[in-house]
């Protein structure tokens, strides 16, 4: 399922890497290449990747009681 959803978010590795390289990379520097809000919407949707789905699995949690 991570790879659908990641599939679904970035639509290629290429887009997938790019955000990988921008979330080690200062925004200072992205700032100064003139990619400062590419980087901030990579980001955005690198954490949502990651997060979504163990927040949804807490939810699930949650539902059944454990």
């Given at each position: 399922m991570y790879f659908v959803?990641?599939?679904?978010l970035f639509r290629n590795w290429?887009?997938?890497w790019?955000?990988?390289?921008f979330w080690f990379k200062p925004e200072m520097w992205s700032?100064?290449?003139?990619r400062y809000w590419d980087d901030i919407?990579?980001?955005m949707k690198l954490a949502l990747?990651?997060?979504a789905p163990i927040g949804?699995?807490?939810?699930?949690m949650q539902l059944l009681g454990f």
């Amino acid at each position: 399922m991570y790879f659908v959803w990641g599939w679904l978010l970035f639509r290629n590795w290429t887009n997938f890497w790019e955000a990988i390289v921008f979330w080690f990379k200062p925004e200072m520097w992205s700032l100064f290449e003139g990619r400062y809000w590419d980087d901030i919407y990579a980001e955005m949707k690198l954490a949502l990747w990651f997060f979504a789905p163990i927040g949804l699995i807490h939810f699930e949690m949650q539902l059944l009681g454990f």
